[in-house]
């Protein structure tokens, strides 16, 4: 009698609750039980010997993702795994979950290490590389799916697993790709945009949270390293308003006293003798006839029941080895354009108690020589000290045009009447506007002070 059964037998046939049939010179193909495979009542338990490599184990009483084995070990020592651990590679045009989840996990290492786990796009022949694209499900009538991208947890005091967003890397001579991290578009309406965020991890107990690095990639040998831009998103085509950049240290924890985080902008160290990289702080360009944007440098607000407010601190950077000098700071308007006058400097507003200077300020000086006979072709002079030669008693000088607290100090250093005239329409202890100067004696000096945009007052009012 033949061994071999029709698929009609097989179809009629009635198998008992635990089994194992089509037996291969290799082992039996497939194998059932009410219990899983490591349950030591199993039929696949037993000595572990007699499946084929690759049998299939049925688990018929398990649940989810417990119903199905597969023989990853050999016929004499059989090892059934969930298709979950298959080891190797697996090439599969498409995964989907059921409405629970869709899991993909490299395989725990027992004394070694974990299983990798790489998703990659196909490679172009003749065209691009294929996408790969990892997307949070779409919500019904809640929000979508979240979708992560995190190492694996580490063990003990090992640290976590990177994760890592790289773009590909280029081609002999071409750039390499982009990576980006995009907030998603809503689809319709006046929706916002969605949020992208990259943070460190929290830290435990009274461990430090994560760092988060931003960086441009290393220049080549040669070349300049990437740039960095932190840019906040456009404003809508019509009126909507630009984005709000921020750049915030942390918050220190609930209950504690502890101060908040630092926030910099640092320039990048500098090399050999070459200077650090400069770190600037930019107001936006302005439109076609629009001002430029304020750039703001801001103590913190103070706490909410009696907290002062945080101090601001601009310095020149320290000198290190070797007598270094430390660095100079500077504080300057704008260059003007045209006939555009320079932007001013001010220090102090109706809201400051006080300026102090821990050093003496030092102020301009120059030398100037006496000219002309009248305001049109006297010679100009700029606040600050400025040292008067060639006066004759009829030569002079003119002074800048008033602005409130302007100080001019002029020294006349020849044995002459030396004259001094105000600027157009502006007018000098009340004398004459425009033409009438004020005549100081020879080898004297006066101290002249702008009270509002036209007068100028000398301090003594006689010249000494």
Same mark, same amino acid.
């Given at each position: 009698m033949s061994r071999h059964r029709t698929a009609a037998d097989l179809k009629g046939s009635y198998f008992p609750a635990r089994g194992k049939a089509f037996k291969t010179p290799g082992g039996y193909l497939l194998a059932w039980d009410t219990v899983a495979p490591s349950d030591s009542a199993c039929i696949a338990y037993d000595a572990k010997t007699g499946f084929a490599a690759g049998a299939i184990f049925v688990h018929t009483d398990g649940t989810a993702g417990e119903k199905f084995y597969v023989n990853e070990g050999t016929v004499l020592s059989a090892n059934f795994d969930a298709p979950s651990e298959i080891a190797g590679a697996i090439t599969a045009t498409a995964l989907t979950g059921t409405d629970a989840s869709l899991g993909i996990a490299g395989i725990a290492g027992s004394t070694g290490n974990g299983g990798a786990v790489a998703i990659v796009g196909g490679a172009g022949d !003749?065209?691009?590389?294929? @996408?790969?694209?990892?997307?949070?499900g779409a919500g019904s009538s809640e929000a979508g799916g979240a979708a992560s991208l995190a190492g694996g947890?580490?063990?003990g005091a090992k640290a976590g697993g990177a994760a890592g967003v790289t773009g590909g890397a280029g081609g002999a001579a071409g750039a390499g790709g982009a990576?980006?991290?995009?907030?998603?578009?809503p689809a319709s309406g006046n929706a916002a945009g969605g949020a992208a965020s990259v943070a460190g991890g929290a830290g435990s107990g009274t461990g430090a949270g994560g760092a988060t690095t931003i960086g441009s990639g290393a220049g080549g040998a040669t070349g300049a390293g990437g740039a960095l831009a932190v840019t906040a998103g456009a404003g809508g085509a019509t009126s909507? @308003?630009?984005? !709000?950049s921020i750049i915030t240290g942390g918050a220190a924890g609930a209950g504690t006293n502890t101060a908040g985080g630092l926030a910099r902008v640092a320039g990048? @160290?500098?090399?050999?003798?070459?200077?650090?990289?400069?770190?600037?702080l930019t107001g936006g360009a302005g439109g076609a006839t629009g001002a430029g944007g304020v750039s703001y440098v801001t103590g913190g607000a103070g706490g909410s029941t009696s907290g002062t407010g945080g101090a601001v601190v601009v310095a020149g950077? @320290?000198? !290190?080895?070797?007598?270094?000098?430390?660095?100079?700071?500077?504080?300057?308007?704008?260059?003007?354009?045209? !006939?555009?006058t320079d932007g001013a400097i001010a220090i102090g507003d109706s809201n400051t108690s006080s300026v102090t200077f821990g050093v003496m300020p030092r102020i301009p000086c120059a030398t100037v020589a006496a000219d002309g006979t009248t305001n049109a072709d006297a010679a100009a002079v700029t606040t600050g000290f400025t040292l008067v030669t060639g006066a004759d008693a009829s030569k002079g000088v003119i002074l800048p045009t008033a602005v409130a607290g302007a100080q001019c100090i002029i020294k006349n250093v020849v044995a002459a009447v030396l004259k001094i005239y105000p600027g157009a329409s502006d007018q000098i202890n009340d004398l004459t506007a425009t033409t009438g100067s004020l005549d100081i004696a020879a080898s004297t000096s006066v101290l002249l002070v702008a009270y509002d945009a036209t007068d100028w007052y000398s301090v003594p009012l006689l010249p000494s």
């Open positions: !003749t065209g691009l590389g294929g @996408a790969v694209t990892a997307t949070g947890a580490g063990n990576a980006s991290i995009a907030g998603g578009v909507g @308003a630009a984005g !709000t990048g @160290a500098g090399n050999g003798n070459l200077a650090g990289g400069a770190a600037y950077g @320290a000198g !290190t080895d070797g007598d270094a000098d430390g660095g100079a700071l500077s504080l300057r308007g704008g260059n003007a354009e045209g !006939t555009g």
